[in-house]
């Protein structure tokens, strides 16, 4: 009770200096303010300069939003049918996603075995080998293996996988793609491998699938490339997503042909492991172990005609050797390479008698020839019948 008075006249004398202070004006009380103190004059002059500033800073901006995408198209999405002739986009498909990526996901790359029988230098021509049992997944022999090498057109079978994998429905087969005639001037210039297909020619994209593996074509490796992902260059970023996630460190691509470039590389059994994850695809399966295929074409002047596509390994290098086989498997598909920097390389896929899959890589070979009869050796030495 004693502090009631005291908060009461507290409370008074409060309200007396309030009932006293002057009373202000709101202009009164703005021009109290920090900003008031400020006095913003614009003559002429000085709004022609801050114009000036504004507009070098918006031609700036969008110099800059030029720069940042160098003149590029931007794919954020993979759409349900390429939408243009030679158009798409998208990333590398995962398992599950289109209806021909049925691969295994994550890390693919092909371990050791338990003891790895070292090929000896003398026994094969190839600087480079490595022999797979695909029974048990692992490198049962090795030459160097991991050592880089350079993959000229064994680099096709990764072409093919991520070609296969991005295609959003399986009637994109049937879409038809013209070849252009950058591309046919591009692949010309280069000495790159092929059919001989001409510019404003249309074939499927079922029949470039097909000439890439059996005629090791550079013109269809491009075009697929552009179908698929806009451009060859994107389409390459997507072979490298894909290497990346199936563990390949030593793998990098910088082209889907496999011409030389000196950071274009891989190693025997990063190859080995590419064409294992290759032959367990239902479509990229279908694809390389077929001999024989007859492309439909339209010519640029409207006539039809196909193409025959022979495998360049197992009908024309075959026919060529008198012994073309192993003792204890039988080779089923294969792919071939060559350039002046890697020599020649070759990649086999092959079976035994009951069903037992293998894979071989060589490298750096003086011939073909020489290629087959390093297999040969391989297979025969390393592989129980």
Not at 22 to 46: I, M, N, S, Y
Not at 232 to 250: I, P, T
């Given at each position: 009770?004693?502090?009631?008075?005291?908060?009461?006249?507290?409370?008074?004398?409060?309200?007396?200096?309030?009932?006293?202070?002057?009373?202000?004006?709101?202009?009164?009380?703005?021009?109290?303010?920090?900003?008031?103190?400020?006095?913003?004059?614009?003559?002429?002059?000085?709004?022609?300069?801050?114009?000036?500033?504004l507009a070098i800073l918006a031609v700036s901006l969008v110099l800059?939003?030029?720069?940042?995408?160098?003149?590029?198209?931007?794919?954020?999405?993979?759409?349900?049918?390429?939408?243009?002739?030679?158009?798409?986009?998208?990333?590398?498909?995962?398992?599950?996603?289109?209806?021909?990526?049925?691969?295994?996901?994550?890390?693919?790359?092909?371990?050791?075995?338990?003891k790895v029988n070292i090929i000896p230098a003398d026994s094969i021509n190839a600087a480079h080998a490595a022999l797979a049992d695909l029974s048990t997944g692992e490198i049962i022999a090795s030459r160097k293996a991991d050592e880089a090498i350079y993959p000229a057109s064994m680099t096709k079978v990764m072409t093919l996988i991520v070609a296969v994998e991005n295609l959003p429905s399986e009637d994109c087969l049937q879409d038809?793609?013209?070849?252009?005639?950058?591309?046919?001037?591009?692949?010309?210039?280069?000495?790159s491998s092929g059919k001989g297909f001409d510019p404003g020619e249309k074939l499927t994209v079922e029949s470039l699938l097909y000439a890439l593996i059996l005629e090791s074509d550079g013109i269809a490796a491009c075009e697929l490339a552009r179908y698929v992902a806009?451009?060859?260059?994107?389409?390459?970023?997507?072979?490298?997503?894909?290497?990346?996630?199936?563990?390949?460190?030593?793998?990098?691509?910088?082209?889907?042909?496999?011409?030389?470039?000196?950071?274009?590389?891989?190693?025997?059994?990063?190859i080995a492991s590419i064409m294992a994850y290759a032959m367990s695809m239902r479509l990229c399966r279908k694809v390389m172990l077929t001999q024989v295929f007859n492309a439909p074409c339209t010519g640029a002047d409207g006539k039809k005609f196909n193409y025959t596509c022979y495998h360049k390994l197992t009908v024309h290098l075959f026919e060529s050797n008198a012994v073309h086989q192993a003792q204890t498997v039988t080779i089923l598909a294969g792919k071939t390479g060559f350039t002046d920097e890697s020599r020649y390389c070759l990649v086999t896929y092959a079976e035994t008698k009951d069903g037992h899959g293998y894979v071989c890589v060589t490298a750096e070979g003086s011939s073909y020839n020489a290629c087959i009869a390093d297999y040969i050796t391989i297979y025969d030495a390393y592989v129980k019948p």
């Open positions: 009770m004693q502090n009631t008075p005291r908060n009461d006249e507290m409370i008074r004398t409060h309200r007396s200096e309030t009932a006293t202070a002057p009373v202000r004006t709101v202009d009164e009380v703005k021009a109290g303010w920090p900003l008031a103190r400020f006095q913003f004059r614009f003559d002429e002059k000085t709004t022609v300069l801050l114009l000036l500033i800059s939003l030029v720069l940042l995408i160098g003149g590029r198209e931007i794919y954020f999405d993979f759409p349900a049918k390429p939408q243009e002739e030679n158009g798409g986009g998208g990333v590398a498909a995962e398992k599950g996603d289109f209806p021909y990526a049925d691969g295994v996901s994550g890390n693919v790359m092909l371990p050791w075995a338990d038809e793609i013209t070849i252009s005639q950058a591309v046919y001037d591009e692949m010309t210039a280069a000495g806009g451009s060859v260059e994107d389409f390459v970023e997507l072979m490298n997503q894909k290497a990346e996630k199936m563990g390949l460190s030593g793998t990098h691509f910088e082209n889907p042909t496999g011409l030389y470039h000196p950071n274009h590389k891989s190693t025997a059994r990063e």
